[in-house]
């Protein structure tokens, strides 16, 4: 079984956005995480999703659920103080509603619309294989590690360099392991499931993703988005999608 977990637990303060989160915002008509949510309605392999929302919120995702015809959803539970936390209860209602003990999951941010079918097939493919998947975008300029006065330390290869990015997808016992033992370190603060996994030991595999896996994080990604959807949508710059 294979099950997708969407957190959309964020109120996105960093989008200044007052009358709704982030997740929520239209574009085109159509909400930011219905985008998001119908690549996994729509892929074979997926038969069910899992949605961490901001609690005041879920009442109105059900409802968009029901407009746009999601059906895979198959439990809303409220997102946590943190992205970790809103995870960890994604993976717990994972656990209630799957028909097997160990299921693949794949943990996708509801502000990252612009991934694909295929993609989430490969993910799937991946854990079945190496036990995991991390979904990565290759870099496009000069990174480096700073020192302790700001000064530039390493800089590292752009060819030996990846941006860990969403779907983060494993097999369920895994990463639930993973985050109760974070919770008895009484540790809060892993800013992703790859951060989290590779501190407890496991090695991540990589899948290079496609270059518009862009997370809505702040206005000017918002309109990088819209951009692409405007350029699927006319079919002027990148052809057959």
Partial sequence: MNIGIIFA?????RMNTREKP?????????PIIIYTLEHFENNPDIDAVVVACVSDWMSYLAELLEHFQIHKVKKIVPGG???QESIYHGLLAA???SEEKNPVVLIHDGVRPLINSQLLTECID???????????GKVTETITVIDESGGV???VPRDQSRVAKAPQ??????IIAAHEQARNDRK?????SCTMMTHYGYKMHLIDGPDENIKITTPSDYYSVRAILDAKENAQIYGAW
Avoid: W
Avoid at 22 to 30: D, E, P, T, V
Avoid at 169 to 174: E, S
Avoid at 188 to 192: A, E, Q, T
């Fill in 153 to 155: 330390d390493i800089v």
């Fill in 126 to 136: 991946s854990v079945k294989k190496y036990g995991n998947a991390i979904v990565s």
């Fill in 81 to 83: 103080m943190t992205g």
């Fill in 95 to 97: 656990r209630e509603i």
């Fill in 169 to 174: 997808c494993f097999r369920l016992l895994d």
């Fill in 22 to 30: 982030k997740q929520f915002l239209n574009l085109y008509n159509k």
């Fill in 9 to 13: 637990g964020g109120v996105g303060s």
């Fill in 188 to 192: 809060k603060d892993f800013i992703d």
